[in-house]
């Protein structure tokens, strides 16, 4: 009979929902909220691990490489989620951060049967897309999912930066990689079911690292999403908002400089700050790789960053 210690952290079960058969519906979720109080509080403890492997990302970035996420199940689709975010909050290209997921997108919906148990399959998604400029990071609850680590040991074949988020300690994935993420959130409540607290845990911090990563990058300038892609109504208002805000014109300007600028909140703002056309504010930002704050400060370094 194996010992509990065998037992994976995130497979145990959760002495509090022992009876969640019988529990009210007003129990069933103020447990789930007590228990997802204790997410935020567990991130913290790996807060130091977090910001190394978004400073590791940003120099990849820099260097003209591009960020993979690696997961199956839970873990692929939320790492799926978040690069699919990035294009049309961050405005970068649809190839910067990219989700990869056992059994490929179909597994975005169904399940994908024994996907997730190959090393194989994992190593060929990553020899097929990867290359020795990028960045990858794994994502398995378990730490131990045989794709994630088929991706993890043919990156490293390439020598190229590797990462990981798990929520158990010392595991396989772990050992594997330059940056391993650890965060142990503990038993769920419907034992062994990781879409619930491992996977808030996950989506919490690759909240973080996209984020942090894109600011780094010069993708939002103050706290304002600068480079938002505004593809409908909302973010067409929202635009002409932070025109305003940035360059104190009416409202009326800001809608023309955001025209003659194709949308492109940095290029109207540069337009008004700098007083240049559409081609020559496009022109300085390419030549600062696309950084707003650079650009702006570079040509006009009388602008405060506090105003």
């Known amino acids: 009979m194996s010992s509990n210690h065998s037992i994976l952290n995130t497979e145990m079960r959760n002495e509090k929902s022992n009876q969640l058969h019988q529990f009210s519906t007003m129990e069933i979720i103020r447990l789930m909220n007590e228990e997802d109080k204790t997410v935020p509080e567990n991130i913290s403890l790996v807060l130091p691990e977090i910001r190394q492997v978004i400073d590791v990302a940003v120099e990849t970035l820099q260097k003209g490489g591009r960020l993979f996420y690696f997961g199956a199940g839970t873990s692929g689709r939320l790492g799926v989620l978040d690069a699919s975010e990035c294009p049309p909050t961050f405005g970068v290209p649809h190839d910067l951060v990219n989700g990869k997921i056992a059994g490929g997108d179909r597994a975005l919906r169904f399940p994908i049967e024994n996907a997730e148990d190959s090393k194989e399959i994992g190593a060929n998604d990553v020899n097929q897309s990867v290359s020795n400029k990028d960045m990858v990071i794994g994502i398995a609850s378990s730490g131990r ?5 088929g991706a993890i040991e043919a990156s490293n074949k390439l020598h190229i930066p590797t990462a990981s988020i798990s929520c158990n300690t010392n595991t396989p994935l772990s050992k594997l990689v330059d940056y391993p993420i650890e965060v142990l959130v503990g038993p769920e409540i419907v034992t062994g079911s990781t879409r619930l607290k491992a996977g808030t845990s996950q989506k919490m911090i ?3 690292i996209s984020t942090a990563v894109m600011i780094k990058l010069g993708k939002v ?48 703002c540069l337009m008004i700050l700098l007083d240049v056309d559409a081609e020559k504010a496009f022109h300085l930002l390419e030549q600062n790789n696309q950084h707003f704050s650079d650009t702006l400060h570079q040509h006009s370094p009388n602008i405060s960053n506090t105003n």
């Open 221 to 268: 300038y103050k706290n304002l999403m600068v480079n938002v892609q505004a593809s409908n109504e909302k973010l067409r208002r929202r635009a002409i908002s932070m025109i305003q805000e940035l360059t104190d014109v009416t409202e009326k300007e800001a809608a023309i400089f955001n025209k003659e600028a194709n949308g492109d909140v940095r290029v109207a």
């Open 206 to 208: 690759l909240n973080m």
């Open 145 to 149: 999912t045989p794709y994630v680590l």
